[in-house]
């Protein structure tokens, strides 16, 4: 059986969406970006060609009024032909009209098949068909599979129908209590497995943001076990968790980025598939799952001075941070290499290093930009930013910018001096290690058989770094010192922060971010830092 929908996308073309009994779908989008919209908008769909659909909403009320079977049929039937119609309205992505028989109605139906079931055995029994009572009773009922899920899920909790058809539980052996009285948690996997495990074969299963009111240890076996249960249905599931595609390999995503509106109704979305053959690792797969469709990766970590920087250079780009400069490469490779993922733009920033020309023009070929600076440090306090910082100062506090500047100047290089050598040897480590990997014996020369050996003399490069950060200090040249040399290794920074008026470095930080997002001509220049990447991110 199979589904087949058509999704319209703000940019053109629509995305046609077939999917199969058996089949996973995985939404994922940030808040806004209309995930619930098209998830009403596939039911509505369906709804509209067939009947055999179930839309499971975390935002619904999941307690329990009753843990018992207290509707009719008849009302329950009425019910299900209310909440039907009812959800194929647009209010009904905020607002429930049967929020209470929800719960009751699965508590009816776990019921329900508990008792079809034995019925049905017992017939077999009764008209002498052992062998077609064996092959009932071999499949499992839903409370025993629900308690299976739970336990595998971590919940230590077991169900169990009672008597007047009560449904109750208890928690390792213990006295049995009202369903009712389970935790949020617990409610919530109790209804989604409930509600998949009775729906009809071939059905449609829409399951909105499970993981609201579940940990992730829970949803993700708790779901991932559903889904090997009713391989007769078919699964569509939207999430923040970019986890749950993951733990679902064979599950397809759709990113959606943000809708468009005609009137008070979606009329399109922003949205891509990452097929799950996509030759792509997991971790890179992580990346791009709710991501923009311009990622640019950066060297750090998330709580690294350069992310909350270029997020500011570089606005409706996501910067996701890799730990190394190989890290980088690999990701931003993977991507552009991936034909599946052309829809995506990845772009990388690396720091310098002291880069030959050849490797840092190798790397821009491939979408990856070496700092022209040291460091992020290296743009935080650059003299002209420490110029934009002191006016600001002066306005706020008094006194004369020009004097703030020429006191924070004299204190950095006052504290650098002491420590010319060790900088220089810093500096100098990075380019000898460079011209050591450039002389590594390549495949010929392992061929001739003939010894190698590299000789590199390390205290010509240190003594080159150190007449020429001394001739700097000596001219005073803070912008060749902050983009050439580990000036966050020493005192320096401090001090240029207190003599700006700040309490440390992290104000001063905050400051200069503060800065960029008021100060356009600020912000102007420190994206002229960048070279081409930022007019290069804005041309795809």
Known sequence: MSFDFTISRSTGEPLNLPINVGDKV???????????????????????????????????????????????SQQKRDYENGMRSGDTNLYARWKDDYANQRASISIYDLIDAENVRARSITAAVDSKNMEYANTLSEKDAPIKIINELLHLSNIPIEISVGEND??????????????????????????????????????????????????????????????????????????????????????????????TYAGSSVSGWDADFIPPETEIDDDIKKDILGARRKILFIEGTENSLDKPLYSLVFPNVSIIAKSSCR???????????????????????????????????????????ALPVFSVESIYYHPHIQGFIAQRQANLIGGDPSTYLAQAKNAAIKEIK????????????????????????????????????????????????????ENALNLGNLTEIFSRYPV?????????????????????????????????????????????????????
């Open 418 to 469: 002491p420590r010319i050598q060790r900088l220089s040897i810093r500096t100098a480590e990075k380019a000898i290690r460079e011209e050591f990997f450039r002389n590594l014996p390549k495949k010929q020369d392992v061929a001739a058989g003939k010894p190698i050996a590299v000789s590199i003399d390390v205290d010509k490069f240190v003594k080159e770094e150190s007449e020429r950060l």
């Open 327 to 369: 890290d980088v490469e690999h990701t931003v490779s993977s991507i552009r290499d991936s034909a599946k993922l052309h829809w995506v733009h990845a772009f990388g920033i690396v720091d310098n290093d002291r880069r030959p020309e050849a490797d840092i023009n190798r790397l821009k070929e491939k979408g990856i930009y």
């Open 488 to 540: 966050r290794e020493t005192p320096a920074l401090d001090k240029i922060t207190k003599e700006l008026g700040f309490q440390d470095c992290k104000q001063y930080e905050g400051a200069v971010r503060k800065l960029l997002i008021d100060d356009k001509e600020a912000l102007s220049f420190v994206k002229s830092i960048f070279g081409t990447l930022v007019s290069d991110i804005e041309s795809v």
């Open 26 to 72: 995985f939404i994922m989008g940030a808040n806004g970006t209309g995930k619930s919209s098209l998830m009403q908008h596939l039911y509505m769909f369906h709804y509209s060609h067939n009947n055999n659909a179930r839309w499971i909403s975390a935002h619904r009320q999941t307690w329990f009024s009753s843990n018992t079977m207290d509707l009719s």
């Open 166 to 259: 009560q449904v109750v539980a208890s928690k390792c052996g213990g006295t049995p209590y009202s369903v009712a009285e389970l935790s949020d948690g617990e409610r919530n996997a109790l209804l989604i497995a409930a509600n998949v495990l009775t729906v009809k074969s071939g059905t449609l299963v829409l399951i909105d943001e499970p993981e609201r009111h579940l940990h992730r240890s829970i949803i993700s076996p708790l779901l991932t076990h559903l889904f090997s249960k009713r391989d007769d249905c078919a699964f569509i599931v939207s999430t923040h968790d970019v986890m749950l595609p993951l733990d679902n390999p064979s599950a397809r995503t759709l990113l959606i980025r943000g809708c």
